[in-house]
């Protein structure tokens, strides 16, 4: 069975860090695409971060570059997302996604509707 089990959200001060985790089941991430999507309330869900994790190739969305770093652990097979200098407009609930197609690429995983295979979410609350 396949399950993408999200942590470490939170409230935090802007300006302030959270690391969030990804626990992937059911398939490993290794030559997959994975990935961060956050989800205002009353905006639709965006993608923030993505990677190809055969080649480590990352995607960022301009409002987190410079910011958030997503990253990879195949020996537990996990990924991160690393939040820095957090901003109030952060806030949202986060959700870690991966493309369930067999074989992907570096572009494939580039774009945020190959991703159907959804995590629960995790909620970051970020304030003034």
């Known amino acids: 069975q396949v399950q993408l089990v999200e942590s470490g959200g939170g409230s935090v001060q802007a300006g302030g860090s959270l690391r969030l985790s990804c626990v992937v089941s059911?398939?490993?991430?290794?030559?997959?695409?994975m990935g961060w999507f956050r989800q205002a309330p009353g905006k639709e869900r965006e993608w923030i971060a993505l990677i190809y994790t055969g080649s480590v190739t990352t995607y960022y969305a301009d409002s987190v570059k410079g910011r958030f770093t997503i990253s990879q652990e195949n020996a537990k097979n996990t990924v991160y997302l690393q939040m820095n200098s957090l901003k109030p407009e952060d806030t949202a609930m986060y959700y870690c996604?991966?493309?369930?197609?067999?074989?992907?690429?570096?572009?494939?995983?580039?774009?945020?509707?190959?991703?159907?295979?959804w995590g629960q979410g995790t909620q970051v609350t970020v304030s003034s």
């Open positions: 996604a991966a493309a369930g197609a067999r074989y992907v690429s570096a572009y494939y995983c580039s774009q945020g509707s190959s991703y159907d295979v």
């Open positions: 059911g398939f490993t991430i290794s030559y997959k695409c």
